[in-house]
């Protein structure tokens, strides 16, 4: 509710009605829905990020967007996930 001039309390013109709320919770669902089917077939994703934690853990910099910046642009990097997925295909 918005409190308009005297004390007046009125509609807050930001609020959704319901219809909106539940489109919204719809598109929220969705969208969690068609992002965990991308990560499902992505697994370079899961590789990059558990890589990135893995090794920031290890070497715990004090400038970690430095560090981050070192990590994903190492031309190794590619190479070294493709080599994981097969390792990983292998063992499945």
Do not use: C, W
Not at 14 to 32: H, V
Not at 43 to 65: H, T, W, Y
Request: proline share 7%; glycine share 6%.
């Amino acid at each position: 509710m918005e409190t308009r001039g005297h004390g007046i309390v009125g509609p807050d013109p930001g609020t959704l009605n319901p219809e909106q709320l539940e489109q919204l919770r719809d598109f929220k669902i969705q969208t969690r829905i068609a992002n965990e089917k991308y990560l499902r077939t992505h697994k370079e994703v899961s590789l990059l990020i558990s890589g990135f934690f893995r090794e920031m853990f290890l070497k715990r910099p004090d400038n970690i967007l430095e560090f981050a910046a070192h990590y994903f642009t190492d031309p190794r990097l590619p190479n070294r996930i493709h080599m994981q997925l097969i390792k990983e295909k292998k063992g499945t």
